[in-house]
């Protein structure tokens, strides 16, 4: 444990020895304004008045970047774990732990959860009905946050807020094209006057995906945003997105054919609806409702030798589903006086899915849920902080589980704040995790020949305490800002999936086992530190560095090496003036068996890996348009291996089934924004 306080305690006497220093320093450096995020506790706080570590991904940054999807910007924040099996699926986790669709981490788009009902209850990073181009930011809480947001904010939550119609600066467009394949097209237009605002993005991206394998994409996307001024103290958004597409899977040496070669095509679709009543500056209730709807057509021919009977077997497998949401929540924020802050609320929800092949015990699964939370923010004195917030939740037949936290924030200086706090949240289990039941069998006779998913309704929800401490600092060397957390994380009754050898019905137990997930016996703690650093050090230059370390223990060692021990990453964004611009970004991450795959008894952990992304970038205007040139390349540092499929890996042995590719490509955009 001394080792993780070390980074503490010299941040603790560095901000000391720096004092001479600020005193003799331009105060405006030191007082400039944090940004102010909602995301924590509901309450619009001072980054340094959270009881949060959160890493806030501005429009600046996501422009400057130029990447095609979310998950390549988060694996510029500490703490976060990305990998791609393939190009079309991302595997997107806070501190790891994740099986093949991590659902740690909470996901909202304007406060809607994107997550999915369907199959494993994850995040279609893929298909999410949002382009990049309507964000105006992205609030992603480092740690858990279950008091806010409920079971799914179990590590964290990451917030993606999009643009006001208000902020729309007439059309734009934005075309390119590169190598595998890379196409993109984004329009966007909108309009309207002081009371009503709208806009339209569409968007087509495709790809072929990494060479070597079947796993091109090509998805399009529509969504409108409408913002209604009712008056001087009502407001109403609504907003529909929808974006459906196809995309390869599979491997043509999967055994028997378990997870064969084959194209799929899926569709994601919802409508959101706000009403926002503010009736003074330091009150707002806020209403709102949202429906998911999501789909997919997975389906495949397995193929396998009946020995018993002399024949082949050719077995039709699938992964269809059709899943919904309805959700329904009502928030009050007030200031019951001049040091404090009150947020509660309400929140109800149904999930629905239908899936004969996932579910064969039971088609159609559903599971509904109450929520109640409230958030108290008191300032005791001018440099101290208090936040207490805790959530009930209620899952189906489930007990009622409560989520509280306490944190304090101590402004040692006007530039150092030192943050204190503690959490206990839940997760709740997700449908698949609990009912999913996946049998094949000979069409020819009924014979059921393997029995890869039993269902656990017995399953329990794990349960995280954490305790962190956290340093926010601003130093005056090259301007820079400090951003440290310290963290002791405990998880019992993780959830994992289990090898069943004992369960010899099906034909084919012996090459492919029965498994199902269970709740793991005994604790795994986590400890570590994570920071970022970000630097202007000349006019016109930014530097983003962030680096974590993570010490997983658990008497189960493949569970410890589910969580990489260390990560890192450095961006160096430069202005070179005369419209040219360049964003250098380095990324490292170590040795880490994320996902699952059909065959849970074989254990491999991908490699480490360091790689690298370019972007550069020149303003120009055409025929008095402005408009914006830009050469983009990821993955520069060569091929590599990031999360395997280890069903697929077990056939290969040490040797890497599945390597990124190095792609550039070049984009137009007119009146870029």
Known sequence: MRSLLLPLLLLSGAAHALEDAVSRADESLYLQELPIV????????????????????????????????????????????????????????????????????????????????????????????????????????????????????????????????????????????????????????????????????????????????????????????????????????????????????????????????????????????????????????????????????????????????????????????????????????????????????????????????????????????????????????????????????????????????????????????????????????????RYGDVRAFDPADGALLVWPYLPNPELRPPRIDSVEIGYLGRLDAWRTRVDLRVFVERIHDHIWRVSHPEVTAPLYAGILPSARYENLSTPVTQQGFEYQLESRPAPGTRLLFSHTVIDNRCSDAFVSKLTAPYSASLSWLQDWGSGWSSTLTALRMGPVAGGDGYVPRYQYVSPPYTTFDLRLARQTRIGGTPAEVALMGTNLGGRHQEIADRSEQYLHGLDPANRTSPTLWLTLSLNPQ
């Open 38 to 433: 909602l995301t924590p506790s509901r309450l619009p706080q001072p980054l340094d008045e959270a009881p949060a570590a959160v890493t806030v991904i501005d429009r600046e940054l996501i422009r400057a970047t130029g990447y095609r999807d979310l998950p390549r910007l988060f694996r510029l924040v500490p703490g976060m774990q990305i990998g791609q099996e393939r190009a079309s699926t991302h595997w997107v986790t806070y501190h790891g732990l994740g099986n093949d669709l991590p659902s740690q981490m909470q996901v909202l788009v304007d406060g809607r959860s994107v997550y999915s009902p369907g199959i494993f209850g994850g995040v279609d990073w893929t298909g999410l009905p949002v382009a990049l181009d309507e964000i105006e930011r992205i609030e992603i809480v480092r740690g858990t946050d279950s008091v806010g947001y409920g079971a799914n904010a179990f590590l964290g939550v990451i917030n993606i807020i999009t643009r006001h119609t208000a902020d729309a600066r007439g059309p734009r467009a934005k075309a390119g094209a590169g190598t595998h394949g890379v196409r993109l097209l984004e329009l966007e237009a909108g309009g309207g006057d002081a009371a009503t605002g709208l806009r339209l993005n569409a968007s087509v991206n495709q790809d072929d995906g990494f060479a070597g394998l079947n796993d091109g994409q090509a998805f399009q996307g529509l969504s409108l945003r409408a913002d209604r001024q009712l008056g001087l103290r009502d407001e109403l958004t609504l907003r529909v997105a929808a974006r459906t597409g196809q995309r390869g899977a599979g491997y043509a040496d999967s055994t028997y054919g378990n997870n064969a070669e084959r194209d799929w095509d899926s569709g994601n679709a919802a409508v959101h609806l706000q009403w926002r009543h503010t009736p003074g500056p330091d009150e707002e209730w806020l209403l709102h409702y949202y429906h998911n709807q999501d789909d997919a057509r997975d389906e495949w021919l397995a193929s396998a030798w009946r020995a018993d009977v002399g024949r082949m077997a050719y077995v039709p497998l699938n992964r269809n589903r059709d899943s919904a949401r309805d959700n329904l929540e009502l928030q009050h924020r007030s200031a019951p006086s001049a040091d404090t802050q009150l947020v509660w609320g309400m929140e109800a929800r149904h999930d629905q899915v239908d899936s004969p092949f996932l579910y064969a015990g039971d088609a159609h699964q559903e599971t509904t849920l109450g929520r109640l939370f409230g958030h108290l923010e008191w300032r005791h004195r001018p440099d101290l902080v208090f936040n207490l917030g805790a959530l009930a939740e209620k899952y189906d037949g489930d007990p009622v589980r409560l989520s509280p936290r306490a944190f304090a924030n101590w402004h040692a200086s006007p530039t150092d704040t030192f943050r204190l706090g503690y959490a206990r949240a839940w997760l709740q289990p997700t449908l698949f995790e």
